[in-house]
Antibody, heavy 118, light 108 residues
């Protein structure tokens, strides 16, 4: 079955760190860009980061650049998001999404919830 | 930077009636390859987003043909020919890393 399954979301204090994972199955993971998209409670969709098929290029939204790191392990069909110096405004459901071209996200995971609060 | 503006933000519709959502871009979305990568996503309550339409008007597999996309340049539209109960949710247009604010469709 073609699917993405996220994990790693949790309640964390401001300034803390968290690592999200996304396990891909049913397709050739190493032939797609992959992205993280988040959604704050009751709000819209917000692109966070993307990574090229071979991991050689990463792009970030301005507010997370320098704090978040997107990476992938093609041997394990897995995508990651290392989140450091977390802020209350990072509280959101985080989705991993397959990106066939120019953000045309054609496959989404079920999401993993990150809550940043003391 | 591209800004996508959707209207309306709230759309009450009677079952069986048509619905239309507009998405306007602050700049042309035509890429250097000549294609326009404007997408539409549906997010039902409590679910992940699902792509309905890509490249302005191409419908994804399994998407009912009552959904259609149109437009060019900076103005795009998602139309539902006859709204059904399962269409309730929020609809987003997108291009690249940019999303519209979302339009909430509800049944009157």
């Amino acid at each position: 079955e073609v699917q993405l399954v996220e994990s790693g979301g949790d309640l964390v204090q401001p300034g803390g760190s968290l690592r999200l994972s996304c396990a891909a199955s049913g397709f050739s993971f190493n032939t797609y860009w992959m992205d993280w998209v988040r959604q704050a409670p009751g709000k819209g969709l917000e692109w966070v980061a993307s990574i090229k098929e071979d991991g050689s290029r990463q792009d970030y939204m301005d507010s997370v650049r320098g704090r978040f790191t997107i990476s992938r392990d093609n041997a394990k069909n897995s995508l990651y998001l290392q989140m450091n110096s977390l802020r209350a405004e990072d509280t959101a459901m985080y989705y991993c999404a397959r990106d066939p071209i120019y953000g045309a996200f054609d496959l989404w995971g079920q999401g993993t919830m990150v809550t940043v609060s003391s | 930077d591209v800004v996508l503006t959707q209207s309306p933000l709230s759309l009450p519709v009677t079952l069986g009636q048509p619905a239309s959502i507009s998405c306007r871009s602050s700049q042309s979305l035509v890429k250097s390859d000549g294609n326009t990568y404007l997408n539409w996503f549906q997010q039902r309550p409590g679910q992940s987003p699902r792509r309905l339409i890509y490249k302005v008007s191409d419908r994804d597999s399994g998407v009912p043909d009552r959904f259609s996309g149109s437009g060019s340049g900076t103005d795009f539209t998602l139309k539902i020919s006859r709204v059904e109960a399962e269409d309730v949710g929020v609809y987003y247009c997108s291009q690249g890393s940019h999303f519209g604010q979302g339009t909430r469709l509800e049944i009157k």
